[in-house]
């Protein structure tokens, strides 16, 4: 019998809310309850974005929602949920209603030593890489791509010695929601680890253990794919060259069974730096022999008083779900980023997220991923720029054969690529009102039995102005074209008027 993956979502859901509004009784100055109401209408010249049969509809879309954060204490996090309800003119059948939330919260359960971290997210948004419309796009309001992630991780980080530290933790993950595309799966991931880094001031050292079981159940069970387990665990000797700069060695070992009745287990050799030239700057390099080939993740980021530069780069096996919770379930970083765009501005919220991760796949397997990222925002009195650009291969891991998948698009190719750009111009006429421009284009190829190409641009002319302390209204212009096996051309204008209570 396989394992049932339906998660009691509400109990998560309610779980986070209520810490929060707990957490708001016992020290209300702390915590920001917020209900909002957001309204659109859109129109469209090509609703079902079709090659052929283009019709035009208008849209009309009304939101309440509410916004809970708090920021300091025991608890600390957000969670922002909108009721969407969006209506047709012509294509009634389109019509839909359904929750939209983000959210994430921290409790400090036993001081500095036991936390318990909750997230959770409901979208609806096309991950396909070949067909539909633009990530990211708000008309995507389609039952089929909906994607429900949560995560519940317990931790409990203790010190030892004069600078050793540890920790020992568990998470749960669930993904569900879709068509008969994606499986339901849920990854429950073990961590456990000691280090010193100073411990002998010019050596350290540290030990890490990791387990990942991963789960996945669907409704035709003769198509469910195999449950699978990995093992990677690690040794570092540090090297403190200076207060600054560090080396690191690395060796240990892993194993995983993600080939059907087979497995794979090697040694892992590498090294590694990390460098901090600034307090506003912060260098990590490191390379690794793996059972895979080359594994390798590069970091780089840098703070100014006007600008924000980064850079990532990564070799490794990894999965729909990792991807997903990458972009969906924010992490402490960038959910502060993210936080004054819940309060303000949710077509906002949208396009960050559609800058994460500007394309993912459709896929139940794990798969080798080599991403590259680079983005810098530049930041003026009245002008703010922000340029990102991506590159992410994903490709079947060597000699593992998979069997029982239905449409997975790495089942379809051995290889997709997928190369994203993104600018966008943000200008403050007035006090009041801002100008936004935005372009992205993306291009991904499909390699295998059979090759596939799309290519994908979105222009957009926006203006925004706040109408009151708690008001604000935007007009928006866009035009959408895909190039490939699913072309399709569109043209929208939306008008928006939020409010705050």
């Given at each position: 019998?396989r ?6 979502r ?9 810490t ?25 010249d ?16 009304i ?9 300091s204490?025991?608890?600390?996090g ?18 839909a ?8 919260g921290?409790?400090?359960?036993i ?7 909750l ?57 569900t ?9 849920r ?6 680890g000691?280090?010193d880094?100073?411990?002998l ?18 409704s035709d069970?003769?198509?469910a ?11 570092t ?6 207060p ?5 060695a ?20 590498g ?30 980021e ?23 919770g ?15 765009l ?46 990102s ?28 690529k ?27 190829e ?21 109408l ?14 895909s190039e ?11 008008a ?5 209570f």
């Amino acid at each position: 019998m396989r394992p049932d993956l339906r998660l009691p979502r509400l109990s998560l859901l309610g779980a986070l809310a209520l810490t929060l509004g707990v957490a708001g009784s016992a020290s209300a100055q702390t915590v920001r309850i917020q209900p909002s109401l957001d309204t659109r209408l859109t129109w469209t010249d090509n609703v079902d974005t079709s090659a052929t049969d283009e019709q035009q509809d208008w849209i009309a879309e009304i939101s309440p929602g509410v916004s809970i954060s708090r920021e300091s204490g025991r608890v600390s996090g957000g969670l922002d949920m909108r009721l969407r309800n969006t209506a047709h003119v012509e294509r009634t059948e389109d019509n839909a209603t359904y929750l939209a939330l983000q959210g994430r919260g921290t409790i400090e359960a036993i001081e500095d030593a036991f936390f318990i971290d909750l997230a959770a997210s409901i979208s609806r948004d096309n991950l396909s890489a070949f067909g539909g419309r633009v990530g990211g796009d708000t008309l995507d309001t389609d039952e089929d791509n909906e994607t429900r992630l949560f995560s519940i991780a317990p931790r409990f980080a203790f010190r030892f010695g004069a600078s050793g530290q540890g920790n020992i933790g568990y998470q749960q993950r669930w993904r569900t929601g879709g068509d008969s595309t994606t499986e339901d799966e849920r990854s429950g991931t073990w961590n456990f680890g000691l280090a010193d880094p100073t411990a002998l001031r010019l050596f350290g050292w540290g030990l890490d253990y990791q387990r990942t079981d991963t789960r996945y159940d669907d409704s035709d069970t003769q198509s469910a794919s195999q449950d699978v387990t990995q093992e990677v665990g690690r040794g570092t000797l540090f090297i403190n060259l200076d207060p600054q700069f560090r080396v690191r060695a690395i060796g240990g070992y892993e194993s995983n069974d993600y080939g059907l009745g087979q497995g794979d287990e090697g040694a892992i050799w590498g090294a590694g730096f990390d460098w901090f030239p600034t307090d506003r700057s912060a260098i990590s390099v490191t390379g690794e022999d793996r059972v895979f080939g080359t594994g390798y993740d590069v970091s780089f980021e840098h703070r100014m008083a006007r600008s924000v530069w980064s850079l990532s780069a990564t070799r490794d096996i990894t999965s729909s779900l990792d991807e997903l919770g990458e972009r969906y379930l924010l992490t402490p970083q960038n959910f502060e980023d993210l936080a004054d765009l819940l309060q303000n501005d949710p077509d906002a919220v949208q396009d960050y997220l559609a800058g994460l991760t500007p394309t993912n796949i459709r896929s139940n397997r794990y798969f080798l991923s080599k991403a590259l990222r680079a983005g810098v925002s530049l930041i003026g009195v009245r002008n703010t720029v922000s340029l990102s650009l991506s590159q992410t291969d994903r490709s079947q891991l060597e000699g593992i054969t998979y069997t029982g998948l239905i449409n997975d698009e790495l089942d379809d190719y051995e290889r997709v690529k997928t190369r994203a750009f993104s600018l966008s111009l943000d200008h403050k006429l007035s006090g009041l009102a801002s100008l936004r421009l935005a372009a992205l284009r993306s291009k991904s190829e499909g390699e295998g039995v059979e090759d596939d190409e799309t290519t994908r641009t979105a222009y957009t002319v926006g203006l925004t102005r706040r109408l009151g302390a708690q008001a604000s209204g935007s007009l928006t212009y866009r035009h959408i074209k895909s190039e490939g096996d699913d072309p399709y051309t569109e043209n929208a204008v939306t008008a928006t008027l939020g409010m705050r209570f």
